[in-house]
């Protein structure tokens, strides 16, 4: 094969390569979001929701340091509670760390705290099981709106 046959072939190939990864760009653009970014953003909005109360819940006369911060009563893991307004307080960040190395404090808090919806909180957490993102989604961003 001559020379200007191998440069000419090796472009229309350089060529085809192009298009097919400008066609595999536009196929990534048209995909919906994966799992992992809608849970992100579920968990921007629902933090801004329950930071939008202004002030630190814990009433326990310890005085308050730092920013708010969104403080989940049952685990993020329990994905059935982890989005629910009545599973999560605004704390500040003393608060927050205060409460995240005393355990069976935060146990007793949260009791006190949920009162009559602590086993309703619960078993929604133990046993809710995966949310459909797209209903959290649009609910969250109802709310916040």
């Known amino acids: 094969m001559s020379l200007p046959a191998l440069v000419s072939a090796k472009l229309a190939m350089s060529a085809e390569k192009r298009a097919k990864r400008k066609e595999k760009a536009k196929r990534l653009k048209l995909r919906r979001p994966t799992h992992a970014k809608q849970v992100r953003e579920a968990d921007r909005l629902f933090s801004l929701l329950v930071r939008s109360v202004g002030r630190c819940e814990a009433d326990d006369g310890r005085p308050c340091k730092g920013p708010l911060q969104c403080a ?3 685990s993020r893991r329990y994905e059935g ?3 629910m307004p009545a599973n ?3 704390l500040c960040a003393g608060h927050h760390v205060f409460y995240t190395h005393r355990p069976e404090e935060w ?9 009559n919806t ?3 909180v619960r ?4 046993f809710g099981g995966k949310q459909d993102m797209d209903q959290v989604l649009a609910r969250l961003t109802e709310r916040t709106s």
Do not use: S
């Open 72 to 74: 989940h009563l049952f």
């Open 81 to 83: 509670a982890r989005w």
């Open 88 to 90: 999560a307080v605004a």
């Open 107 to 115: 146990d007793d808090w949260r009791r006190t705290f949920l009162a």
């Open 118 to 120: 602590y086993e309703y």
């Open 123 to 126: 078993g929604r957490a133990m």
